[in-house]
């Protein structure tokens, strides 16, 4: 199962584009990347997910590079709302959580 | 409105106390997951169940038993053998589409012992 790597926080003004990295130099071929937040005491909620292509949805863009080692989450216009801890799992399977990236955005 | 519930929201127990944690789909996922959460940590695997009658060992499953009688139910059991119950308890439940596992979380249940 590959491994992903995180920075630990992040600051984002509001208005402005957040883009939260996540490296996964170990992904095999047929794993996928999920991204998944977590706002503080609630349950992690489901954000996109992706396997080759870049992706686009309600909620944000999924930057997957051509060697899918790295992928990039873009919230567009960060809101105050968007504060949370942010989840990149690449997995064929049960979901394994690490630490994410604790995103702050700022007023 | 499909979803999955947990109940309580918040539970209190005595120190050597057994208690029960509800989790309830009606989105049809066969599969149901327990996470235990701890303040600051993310989120560790207690039991997961593939399927009705069939269960295994998440990384921390020690103090903890769960059950699978029914595809809509997977409740899980803190029995007095868990020395650190006091956490944040999340369930899922997931489907899986080929390669692509989707997964959907339960509000939580916040456990703690007094």
């Known amino acids: 199962d590959a491994k992903t790597t995180q920075p630990t926080s992040m600051d984002c003004a509001e208005g402005r584009a957040a883009n939260l990295p996540c490296n996964h130099s170990?992904?095999?071929?047929?794993?996928?990347v999920y991204w998944y937040r977590q706002i503080h005491s609630q349950g992690p909620q489901y954000i996109i997910h992706?396997?080759?292509n870049n992706e686009t949805n309600e909620m944000a863009s999924l930057i997957i590079t051509e060697d899918r080692k790295s992928s990039t989450l873009i919230l567009p216009h960060a809101t105050l709302r968007d504060t949370a801890v942010y989840y990149c799992?690449?997995?064929?399977?049960?979901?394994?959580f690490g630490q994410g990236t604790t995103l702050q955005v700022k007023p | 409105d499909g979803g999955i519930t947990q109940s309580p929201k918040y539970l209190f127990r005595k120190e050597g106390q057994n208690v029960t944690l509800s989790c309830e789909q009606n989105?049809?996922?066969?599969?149901m997951y327990w996470y235990r959460q701890d303040p600051g940590q993310g989120l560790r695997l207690i039991y997961y169940?593939?399927?009705?009658?069939?269960?295994q060992k998440g990384d921390i499953a020690e103090g903890y038993s769960v059950s699978r009688e029914k595809k809509e139910s997977f409740p899980l059991t803190v029995t007095s053998a868990q020395k650190n119950p006091t956490a944040f308890y999340l369930c899922?439940?997931?489907?899986?589409?080929?390669?692509?596992?989707?997964?959907?979380f339960g509000s939580g249940t916040r456990l703690t012992v007094v």
């Open positions: 899922a439940s997931g489907f899986r589409d080929r390669d692509n596992y989707g997964y959907t």
């Open positions: 170990t992904i095999s071929g047929n794993e996928y």
């Open positions: 799992i690449v997995r064929r399977g049960k979901l394994i």
């Open positions: 169940s593939q399927i009705v009658n069939d269960f």
């Open positions: 992706g396997l080759k």
């Open positions: 989105l049809n996922h066969d599969a």
